[in-house]
């Protein structure tokens, strides 16, 4: 397997590498966001990872996730996606936990033995008790998606500060969520999310989402890991996770 990764080590530089190789990444939702950016970094080179999801997967996964093929439906996306990157990384370190993390049980994971956590949940209750929880940990730095369903154009894809972030439906849920409870996330993260206005669904009850735009946000959630594991080589000073 030697030489798989001499297209990183070769951008990145031996030092920003080795960060790679040594970093801890838990990504929590393997949809058609999470799945792309653990391939991604998979790919890049980082060398642990924690995958946390508890669904299964379903047919209507096979047009937008990584792991999803009419050959895994029904079977664990978390299982699937870690049988996925150890095919890519074989050397990586990969924990399948097919379970959902709960706005009940924020306690179940320990965030300090994180170097990132990504952040791809769908359900609201969900997303917030994991931003709160992740982003109360000083040591792990949190990379969020917001929605990326009902929208077709991956060049309206970016990113911001999530106090910042405008136009997104999801953020102004989780931002009145926290104002309501008086419960704050404790330092600023940085989110991916899509200047384009969602387009009015075609079909009731379906929430539409192509693969064009759902793998960007992964990729740019990947991207934003790797410019702050290896801020120097990345060409800045780590500012993706801010006090």
Known sequence: MDGIFDRSEALLGDAAFSRL???RVAIFGLGGVGSWCAEALA??????FT?????????????????????SVGKPKADELARRLLSISPRARVESVPERFEAA??????????DCV??????????????LAASSCASTCLFSSMGAAFRVDPLKVSTAEFWKVAGDGLARAL????????????????????TEQPLKPQRD??????????AA????????????????????????CKM
Do not use: W
Not at 43 to 48: E, F, L
Not at 54 to 69: E, G, T
Not at 175 to 194: D, I, L, M, N, W
Not at 223 to 232: C, E, G, I, M, Q
């Open 21 to 23: 190789q040594k970093a």
């Open 105 to 114: 049980n924020p306690a179940r994971f320990d965030f300090s033995s994180f």
């Open 51 to 71: 995958l946390v999801d508890f669904d299964i997967v379903a047919p209507s996964n096979v047009n937008r996730q990584a792991m999803a093929f009419p050959a």
């Open 175 to 194: 931002r009145g969520r926290f104002r309501k409870s008086g419960r704050f996330p404790a330092r600023k993260f940085q989110c991916v999310y899509s």
């Open 43 to 48: 790919r890049t080179g980082v060398g642990s």
């Open 217 to 240: 946000f992964g990729l740019a959630l990947a991207s934003l890991v790797v410019r702050h594991l290896a801020p120097s080589a990345a060409g800045n000073g780590g500012e993706e």
């Open 205 to 214: 009850g379906v929430k539409g989402s192509l693969m064009q735009v759902t």
């Open 118 to 131: 990504v952040d791809a949940i769908d359900s609201l209750d969900d997303k917030a008790e994991l931003i």
